[in-house]
């Protein structure tokens, strides 16, 4: 079946311009997680999206970053006034409930350089 | 602070050689997931442990729990180029929404 999507794969924008990712989650997962990887490095949780609960965005680094998911499916994480420090690969994972099966299913990100 | 910190960051092995990894953490996790990552791909799920002392095998891998599920560790028998990549380990607490994970071990095996 199809996994999770992203896009674009590969975006390039000049500071202080916006920018929008999205997330197209594996079709009746509840739950959707947006990550960023920083080269060579492992990845540091941004949000967290589960059903119609309030999203945990205790990971978002400042309030130039914002995420929504609509309908419970597809989600955008917006980026604004881009920084060079935001150039980053930003992953999206989804997962079909927070029971006992945390195990979650990834895209192949989203690549963004800010010049 | 919760961190799981992984054990090498790097390795570089030639093929045919054993290694192991280590993710370590002062923290009691419910469960943990070995995770690898192929460059320009997002991680693949390996296997997930959630019982203290829990042994499971995947061909030439083997993953281990610790006891007090603290910590965890990855062994590789006679490694392959095609196990290239970059290992993350991953915790989740019980009723916790937040998973962690580790910086990763990047390993590289010449042929």
């Known amino acids: 079946g199809a996994g999770v999507s992203q896009s674009p794969s590969n975006k390039v924008t000049e500071k202080g311009k916006d920018v929008e990712l999205r997330c197209d989650p594996i079709s009746g997962h509840t739950a959707l997680y947006w990550y960023r990887q920083s080269l060579g490095q492992g990845l540091e949780f941004l949000i967290y999206?589960?059903?119609?609960?309030?999203?945990?965005k205790s990971g978002l680094p400042s309030d130039r970053f914002s995420a929504e998911r609509t309908g419970g499916s597809v989600s955008t994480l917006t980026i604004q006034r881009t920084q060079q420090e935001d150039s980053a690969v930003y992953l999206c994972?989804?997962?079909?409930?927070?029971?006992?099966?945390?195990?979650?299913?990834f895209g192949p990100g989203t690549r963004l350089t800010v010049t | 602070t919760q961190l799981l910190e992984q054990s090498p960051q790097f390795l570089s092995i030639q093929e045919g050689e054993n290694l192991t990894v280590y993710c370590n953490s002062s923290?009691?996790?419910?469960?943990l997931q070995w995770y690898r990552q192929e460059p320009g791909e997002g991680p693949v799920l390996l296997v997930t442990?959630?019982?203290?002392?829990e042994v499971k095998k995947l061909k030439r891998l083997t993953f281990q729990f610790g006891d007090a599920r603290k910590d965890s560790s990855l062994h590789i028998t006679a490694a392959q180029p095609g196990d290239t990549g970059l290992y993350l380990c991953a915790g989740d607490h019980t009723g916790g929404f937040k998973t962690i994970f580790g910086a990763g071990t990047r390993l590289f095996v010449k042929a």
């Open positions: 923290s009691v996790f419910s469960s």
């Open positions: 999206f589960q059903g119609n609960s309030a999203p945990d």
């Open positions: 442990v959630v019982t203290g002392g």
């Open positions: 994972a989804s997962s079909p409930d927070r029971g006992l099966n945390y195990e979650q299913y």
